[in-house]
């Protein structure tokens, strides 16, 4: 494992200043990561530390694969995802929601922005949304603590992709919360399904290292559920709901 942050974003330096003792596998990157098409060092797994940005301005901990179910408005390649690691997702989740940062909603985003041509399995850990948020300490430790907890994770789960619901994912991220044998990695939101097709639902798969699927069944329109469910039936893919999982 190996952590990699561009060196002009403020959540990020607050974050690794908490990281002393991994100076050895730190990588200072000089343009944002949403935009990087390769990393040169080697490791088998990246964490992104980085900042968040929403309207809203809440102040929140988030984690979460990166791709691009359909354009590429910021970073990476139209239609494609890039590997993650799920497990990470989850032990990084845990922790941050266990770390109870007054004030901070935590949650596990849908897959969204670049990069996408990594090739190594990477996850971005973020604090928004804004610069307050971005500079303040009990944020960047917990968020430290949650790449100590990913660093130090022996743990293997079920690995599940995901269907439906909102940007911030509640019903995955209380799944993953309260299931102790789930994790999930690429998750397509309603505002994505147009994009569903078996190319990219194998991508989901292959690159989330999964054998399982789970909807969240009312946050997704009839047709691509549908649709979605015939390609991971003729892949030969169990699914499951998230009302299901808890």
Aim: no cysteine; charged share 25%; aromatic share 10%.
């Amino acid at each position: 494992m190996k952590i990699i942050y561009w060196k002009d974003d403020p959540a990020a330096r607050n974050i690794v200043s908490f990281l002393e003792e991994f100076q050895d596998i730190i990588i200072r990157n000089d343009k944002s990561l949403l935009y990087t098409e390769s990393i040169e060092e080697v490791a088998d797994f990246f964490v992104v530390p980085s900042t968040h940005r929403s309207e809203s301005g809440q102040s929140s901990l988030t984690i979460h694969a990166t791709g691009n179910w359909g354009k590429a408005d910021f970073g990476g390649r139209e239609h494609e995802l890039d590997y993650t690691w799920p497990a990470a997702i989850r032990v990084g989740l845990k922790s941050m929601k266990e770390a109870n940062v007054p004030g901070y909603e935590v949650a596990m985003e849908v897959t969204h922005h670049g990069p996408t041509t990594i090739g190594k399995p990477l996850v971005f850990i973020e604090i928004g949304s804004g610069e307050a948020q971005w500079k303040d300490r009990k944020a960047g430790k917990a968020v430290a603590d949650a790449i100590r907890a990913i660093y130090e994770n022996r743990d293997e789960f079920e690995n599940y992709i995901g269907f439906g619901g909102i940007h911030y994912a509640p019903n995955f991220t209380n799944v993953v919360l309260e299931n102790e044998n789930v994790a999930v990695g690429h998750i397509a939101p309603k505002y994505a399904s147009e994009f569903l097709d078996k190319e990219i639902i194998e991508q989901a798969l292959k690159k989330g290292f999964a054998e399982k699927a789970m909807f969240d069944w009312k946050g997704i329109r009839s047709e691509p559920r549908q649709k979605a469910i015939s390609a991971l039936e003729e892949l030969g893919v169990a699914w499951t709901k998230t009302s299901e999982m808890h």
